[in-house]
């Protein structure tokens, strides 16, 4: 596998990992749903872009979300754009993310038409002179009320 194959895998193994460091010592399904549950959250950032994943009740649902992904865009497949896949390899047909691949969260989504099928606007990949900021991995700090914080 290429260098930047991990994209395809590295936010579940993100996940896991997180989930293990705050469990702590004394992993249990228990410790690892709390930990995960008082993960912190993250932003959209600026431009509204980031991915948004929590678990547990942090005002995005009704109740405990179990769920996860809490924000979510819209993309379409263009069949003319060309451009790298996940493992690097060239070729023709790629997504496109609508308005520069910005992300909306339950009740905020746009209420004027969605400019479908409209290259303009859109984005395919980012490459390291284009990333945003808020697609950055940040370090984050052990919360206090994750178990392993106990």
Known sequence: MRENGFAITEGEVQLLMTGLQLAGPHLTPETFRDALFHAPTQSAGQGGIGTIITYGDHGYWQGTDLGGLDNAGVIYWDPNAMG??????????????????RRYLPGQWPTTPIKLFDPAGTVTTYDASNVPPELVPKKQPLPANAPAAQ
Not at 85 to 90: A, L
Request: aromatic fraction near 6%.
């Open 84 to 101: 790298n896949d996940e493992t690097g390899s060239p070729g023709k047909g790629m997504y496109r993310l609508v308005d520069g691949g």
